[in-house]
């Protein structure tokens, strides 16, 4: 009996502090798609994407799925990026990621390669197809 109350015990508190499966699955999905965007994975992307996909980019420019995979199809490579999720909030089927995140741009004649750090949102939506990212925001912090 004792053992069957420590047991009990031991699994609520798990629970309790514990990350629940969804932001468990969020914080993989999170990572995977900046890695598939590195890749250029353009057929995985649209998977991971709702048809609707829509993001406000760091330039202030409201792009769409489409827009992005003509990007990569031109040739646009995407930095790797160091994102540090700082809260995930659910609603419903919703889940709200903010955080920061670490680009690391290729050293360019435009640019000097320095890393660029970021605010972002994504918000994912979970349907038949499971967890799609549905929108995105991202801005640059100036530093002064």
């Known amino acids: 009996m004792k053992n069957l109350i420590l047991f009990v015990l031991v699994l609520s508190a798990t629970v309790s502090f514990g990350q629940s499966k969804?932001?468990?699955?969020?914080?993989?999905?999170?990572?995977?798609?900046?890695?598939l965007l590195e890749k250029s994975d353009t057929t995985a992307l649209l998977k991971l994407w709702t048809k609707d996909y829509v993001v406000n980019n760091v330039n202030g420019k409201i792009v769409t799925a489409k827009d992005i995979i003509g990007l990569i199809?031109?040739?646009?490579?995407?930095?790797?990026?160091?994102?540090?999720?700082?809260?995930?909030?659910?609603?419903?089927?919703?889940?709200?990621?903010?955080?920061?995140?670490?680009?690391?741009?290729?050293?360019?004649?435009?640019?000097?390669?320095?890393?660029?750090?970021?605010?972002?949102?994504?918000?994912?939506?979970?349907?038949?197809?499971?967890?799609?990212?549905?929108?995105?925001?991202?801005?640059?912090i100036v530093t002064q």
């Open 22 to 35: 969804d932001e468990l699955e969020i914080r993989r999905l999170e990572n995977h798609w900046t890695q």
């Open 73 to 140: 199809r031109k040739g646009t490579v995407f930095p790797p990026v160091e994102r540090i999720i700082e809260k995930i909030t659910f609603t419903s089927n919703i889940a709200i990621v903010m955080g920061k995140e670490i680009a690391q741009p290729v050293k360019t004649a435009q640019g000097d390669g320095q890393p660029v750090t970021r605010r972002f949102t994504n918000i994912w939506i979970k349907s038949e197809n499971g967890w799609q990212l549905a929108a995105r925001q991202a801005t640059n």
